[in-house]
């Protein structure tokens, strides 16, 4: 009886003290300063971005404003190369944020399937507009599992959205924290986390411990990544202060004017490769790339394809209208390297039957592997790459 009452004791002191700290928490709001970092939040790529969801929510409450998932491609060409500009770049095309249309730009290096799986069940609740597209990277289905990678951008606030989304089948959320927990080994503060929530949800006289633990360390983080956030922009980007009307952008003059800045860019090499890029990561090494891929063994990956089937069920379990997009390898890098087109068909189309066997939205741009200035590099989205995107992004989010 003593132990029981000791017990009570405790768990009581307990809540006074998360309840009391919830209040010193809610009482140092940042909120405020977050929003008035918008629009131009929308095209940060940043670390610090991802981290803060109070930072999403700020955009995706917009009804003009469309998600996008991506990668490494979030950054502009100009954060690489002062000298080069990229005019269709989301961030370049709608103004850094001063525009009646916006894109909301959500993920950076190594972002892959299952990262947005969790970004998409973490931020549906908020989302005005419930459309997202998300830019397949083929690299994404030839690579091995990379579990640095994953953990690199797994952001434990958004997570615990994933989890607590009530809106979500509980077999698909199963499903993703299984394989976030492979993903995971080794990444301790992540995998302790996922154990908190587990017991938190045990039939146990302790698991509203474990829940109230949740709840006020989630409060910390959630301050702590707000205050990095507004560190990170003392300096926001500046936008032209005209606004862009999206319904008057002329595609086929932009596929013109993006040309002419490839061309500027890609003076150094035959391969339509930024100067920047092929300089310090192409010519140096360019001899030892020949051919290399000749003798590789070729298979696709089969859980790269399960996340894509998984981030597909969870927008169409939330009622969110995903568009897939389909990018190319580089064709003339890849011939050069020996991965051959029966290879690289192969890719495509493991990933159009995925796609195809569901009733959404597809936009499979792999025809253009060798159409100049598409890519900037050997692998990321480029000038007239960009084009393309906006024009369907753009036109997916008038679709009723």
Known sequence: ?????????????????????????????????????????????SHQKFNCAE???????????????????SADIS?????????????????????DFNICLLGTGNNKCLNHVIHIGAFSGVMKNKKAAIILSPQWFIENDNPMAFSSNFYPRVFDRFVENKNLSNVLKNSVIDSSKQMLS???????????????????????IFSKTLDITGQILDKKFERRLVEYFKNPSSYKPETVISDKINYNELLKTVEKEGEKCCTSNQLC???????????????????????????IN????????????????????????????????????????????????????????????????TDHEYEKYFLR??????????VYIDEAIYKFYKQN
């Open 302 to 365: 089969q859980n790269e394809l399960k996340n894509l089937r998984l981030f597909i069920e969870v927008c169409l379990n939330l009622d969110i209208k995903p568009l897939l997009i389909s990018m190319p390898f580089h064709g003339p890098w890849s011939d050069y390297t020996g991965f051959t087109k029966e290879y690289r068909e192969k890719c495509y189309e493991s990933i159009r039957q995925v796609v195809n066997s569901y009733d959404v939205n597809f936009l499979d741009l």
């Open 55 to 73: 930072a999403m929510d700020v955009n995706l409450r917009d009804d003009n404003v469309m998600l996008l998932c991506l990668s490494s491609e």
């Open 186 to 208: 080794g990444f301790e503060p992540a995998i302790n986390r996922l154990k908190l929530f587990e017991r938190s949800k045990q039939n146990s006289i302790i698991s509203p």
């Open 377 to 386: 590099d050997i692998m990321h989205v480029g000038w007239k790459g960009w």
């Open 273 to 299: 490769i930024y100067d920047w890029y092929y300089n310090n990561y192409v010519k140096p090494t360019l001899s030892y790339f020949k051919n290399s891929w000749v003798k590789s063994i070729y298979e």
């Open 1 to 45: 009886m003593q132990k029981v009452c000791a017990f009570c004791l405790a768990f009581c002191l307990f809540c006074g003290f998360v309840n009391f700290s919830g209040q010193i928490l809610k009482n140092s709001d940042l909120s405020k300063q977050i929003n008035d970092l918008k629009p131009a939040l929308n095209y940060n790529a």
């Open 79 to 99: 954060d690489f190369d002062p000298q080069c500009q990229d005019s269709a770049h989301p961030k370049r095309l709608f103004n850094n944020g001063n525009s």
